[in-house]
């Protein structure tokens, strides 16, 4: 590559090495104690240069990354990880199994628009697959081989319900709660963006310093990870009092209870209510009292909070004139009053001031210069297989952006050490 030799200072004519041996350290970094080190090196010189004194601000945000392979339906993951098993245990190899060729690749021959036919088939799969794990219950394995047939118990039951026949199986009508969705990269999960838009990967999780546009802190996880809690990981190391801004994605009551707890000023989007009528009232048209454990309604009417956390009106909607604008439920009217709902009262007040309002406008909007600059060239499919290989991957590439904006505000070494011109 001309570029990378004119960068290093050598002749166009120089042989390089072997693109392997990049491979080759990837591989010794990931299996070091210290895997990220490069990320924690750039951190360091971050550090040096007090490009980030007096910077109290952090942004958080997340963005989905599609993985690096194809989403595989039912029929080839038990196919693949029964040949998976097959390959790696002996015991497995030696049974004689009837659904398929299993030397075979790539899906079984059938008339998949005939449906007895298809669950024939599914029937056929997971009773091979039931049946080489039960023959290795007792079986000594070492950790590949573990973790292969643990796969093959999770792919034979997260998408298959009995049949009508006893002893037969289908492919169940619903979606199993962290379903693999590939043998091949069993750390890919399935995520709604909205109804209508879903992906299948991973999500990078960023918290940025707003101003300068430096990442302070990353991790990447299955993408139907939750936002919040990874936030809160994100800021573990980072000192008391900043003002953290994330979006609605980050309003949950634990992650709310988590910033107060860590001394953070907390300009984050609240969760928007609900009403159970369109147009009707919301939780704050009721007036919660968590030190009496009371709620009174828009009509007047107050019951106590159960032990439950709800508080039930029941009887007191019959003939309420409010009604229609407030529950369409036969029983009554129930709110659930959630284990932080002081917290998330708060966040709903604080969200109409002036002051957060305009620190929300100003700066919260910038982690997303930071996240345009991560999926640039091609970056928004992760290159690897797996959470750890890509996590480095996330590491190395937030550290060379970091580097990148460094460079760019002027970033040079003299005898006193890093600092920016």
């Not at 010189?45 to 109290?56: F, P, Q, S």
């Not at 990880?81 to 299993?102: E, F, M, N, S």
């Not at 794990?133 to 298959?160: F, I, K, S, W």
């Not at 048209?285 to 828009?298: A, E």
Request: proline share 5%.
């Amino acid at each position: 590559n001309i570029a990378w030799k004119v960068a290093c200072g050598l002749a166009l004519d120089d042989p390089g090495f072997h693109p392997s041996v990049l491979s080759l350290w990837r591989a010794r970094l990931r299996a070091s104690d210290r895997p990220e080190r490069i990320f924690e090196v750039v951190r360091q010189i971050v550090h040096a240069t007090g490009v980030l004194k007096g910077k109290t601000r952090r942004a958080l945000d997340s963005t989905l990354l599609d993985d690096a392979v194809a989403t595989q339906d039912t029929v080839t993951q038990l196919v693949a990880a029964i040949r998976r098993v097959r390959r790696l245990v002996p015991a497995a190899a030696a049974l004689q199994l009837d659904a398929h060729d299993y030397n075979q690749p790539g899906k079984p021959a059938c008339a998949w628009d005939d449906q007895a036919a298809r669950e024939q088939l599914v029937s056929g799969l997971v009773g091979d697959a039931l049946a080489v794990l039960g023959a290795l219950v007792d079986a000594e394995l070492d950790a590949t081989q573990a973790e292969a047939v643990g796969l093959l118990g999770v792919v034979a039951g997260q998408d298959v319900e009995p049949g009508e026949r006893l002893g037969s199986w289908r492919i169940a009508r619903k979606v199993a709660p962290d379903r693999v969705i590939s043998v091949v990269d069993p750390d890919s999960r399935h995520m709604h963006k909205s109804r209508r838009s879903y992906r299948d990967g991973y999500k990078a999780h960023l918290a940025a310093e707003p101003e300068t546009g430096l990442v302070t802190q990353a991790k990447l996880t299955p993408a139907n990870a939750g936002d919040g809690p990874t936030g809160l990981q994100l800021l573990s190391d980072e000192p008391d009092g900043l003002e953290v801004l994330a979006d609605s994605a980050y309003g949950g009551g634990e992650t709310r209870a988590g910033l107060r707890a860590a001394g953070h000023l907390q300009t984050v989007k609240p969760l928007a209510l609900r009403s159970a009528v369109p147009g009707g009232f919301t939780k704050d048209d009721f007036r919660i009292d968590l030190d009496q454990q009371s709620v009174t309604c828009p009509a007047g009417h107050t019951v106590g909070i159960t032990p439950s956390s709800q508080a039930v009106f029941g009887q007191r909607c019959s003939g309420c004139p409010l009604r229609a604008r407030c529950t369409t439920a036969k029983d009554g009217k129930t709110l659930r009053v959630h284990p932080h709902e002081a917290e998330l009262l708060a966040a709903r007040r604080r969200a109409s001031a002036p002051e957060f309002i305009a620190s929300y406008r100003q700066w919260r909007p910038m982690v997303e210069r930071s996240i345009a600059w991560l999926v640039a060239g091609g970056n928004r499919r992760v290159p690897y297989r797996g959470l750890a290989r890509n996590q480095q991957w996330l590491s190395l590439r937030v550290a060379a952006i970091n580097l990148r904006r460094l460079v760019t505000m002027g970033l040079n070494h003299h005898s006193a050490g890093w600092m920016l011109a």
